[in-house]
Antibody, heavy 125, light 107 residues
Framework: QVHLVQSGSELKRPGASVRISCKAS????????LNWVRQAPGQGLDFMGW????????TYAPGFTGRFIFSLDTSVNTAYLQITSLKADDTAVYFC??????????????????WGEGTTVTVSS | DIQMTQSPSSLSASVGDRVSITCRAS??????LNWYQQRPGKAPKLLMF???SLQSGVPSRFSGRGSGTEFTLTISNLQPEDVATYFC?????????FGQGTKLEVK
């Protein structure tokens, strides 16, 4: 069975850093991209970006450049999200999600088909 | 960025009803449109990809249609477990964007 298991909740002070992990199992890690999505309290879903599990090249969405870092440890099928210089409005649930594709011929359609359970990050003094 | 706009923001319906949610893109996205269901306190779950392809294991009560800039998710024979927020998401560009969500209440 395919799973993404995320690390536990974090409580951090403003200005600190946090690293969230997302461990994949049940599938070939390098066959899928790994996406990150943020959900602030009571809000919708914000796509943060993704990382290629082949090249380890990250792509960041607008608003998630600079303080947000995607990385991998392919030896343990784990992706990481690091956030530096934390601010109060970084308080959110952070999800990792497997990126997959389906299609034939001219079109491949991309979607996020397996999600981690989410990691709550609270930033408070 | 491609902006995704959902309507309505919330709706309430009874068990057995049929409901529809609309998602509009700020530019044509062909059929690169996915739908997700997020139950309270849970992670999102993929319902539909490529506008109308049902993800494995999702009940056939869920259906999707549309292309270009306008898309619809329809839930037939509404069930109590359908209480959730529904999000559309475009995958036309590699920087995906989500709609703001539609909160569904079942009376």
């Amino acid at each position: 069975q395919v799973h993404l298991v995320q690390s536990g909740s974090e409580l951090k002070r403003p200005g600190a850093s946090v690293r969230i992990s997302c461990k994949a199992s049940g599938h070939t890690f390098s066959n899928y991209t790994l996406n990150w999505v943020r959900q602030a309290p009571g809000q919708g879903l914000d796509f943060m970006g993704w990382i290629s599990t082949n090249t380890e090249n990250p792509t960041y969405a607008p608003g998630f450049t600079g303080r947000f870092i995607f990385s991998l440890d392919t030896s343990v099928n784990t992706a990481y999200l690091q956030i530096t210089s934390l601010k109060a409005d970084d308080t959110a649930v952070y999800f990792c999600a497997r990126g997959a594709a389906a299609g034939t011929g001219y079109h491949y359609y991309y979607f996020m088909d397996v999600w981690g359970e989410g990691t709550t990050v609270t930033v408070s003094s | 960025d491609i902006q995704m706009t959902q309507s309505p923001s919330s709706l309430s319906a009874s068990v057995g009803d049929r409901v529809s949610i609309t998602c509009r893109a700020s530019q044509s996205i062909s059929r690169f449109l996915n739908w997700y269901q997020q139950r309270p306190g849970k992670a999102p779950k993929l319902l539909m990809f490529a506008a109308s392809s049902l993800q494995s294991g999702v009940p056939s009560r869920f259906s999707g249609r549309g292309s270009g800039t306008e898309f619809t998710l329809t839930i037939s024979n509404l069930q109590p477990e359908d209480v959730a927020t529904y999000f559309c998401q475009q995958s036309y560009t590699t920087l995906y964007t989500f709609g703001q969500g539609t909160k569904l209440e079942v009376k």
